[in-house]
């Protein structure tokens, strides 16, 4: 069993930045993958970025590559969305997710993923 919390979102003028937090409570020694989702208002929850368990391999959608970065720490079970230049379009619930069938390829479909934070509100202004 997972529980995933989110935190750190907020208002944040464009051009800002704000680093989110992802806490995973496991009840399950394996080792799993981490996803980043978001959904804006009336629109599908998509795939912002990934990270398998060493932290080497990552996925990022082109919307965001080069300006969001994803880290994990597994000491503290904790994985991180760095979103710099952020943009008005980047305005979402930002949700983290685990795979955890999934150790080295991180995936990008919300179908691949086994476990869901509650989700953590992003709003940046123009």
């Known amino acids: 069993q997972v529980q995933l919390v989110e935190s750190g979102g907020g208002l944040v003028q464009a051009g800002g930045s704000l680093r989110l937090s992802c806490a995973a409570s496991?009840?399950?020694?394996?080792?799993?993958?981490m996803g980043w989702f978001r959904q804006a208002p009336e629109k599908e929850r998509e795939f912002v970025g990934a990270i398998d368990w060493s932290g080497k391999t990552l996925r990022y959608s082109p919307s965001v590559k080069g300006r969001f970065t994803v880290s994990r720490d597994n000491a503290k079970n904790t994985v991180y969305l760095q979103m710099n230049t952020l943009k008005p379009e980047d305005t979402a619930i930002y949700y983290c997710?685990?795979?955890?069938?999934?150790?080295?390829?991180?995936?990008?479909?919300?179908?691949?993923?086994?476990?869901w934070g509650q989700g953590t509100q992003v709003t940046v202004s123009s």
């Open positions: 997710a685990a795979d955890i069938n999934n150790e080295w390829a991180p995936p990008v479909a919300l179908h691949d993923y086994d476990y």
């Open positions: 496991l009840r399950t020694s394996r080792p799993y993958a």
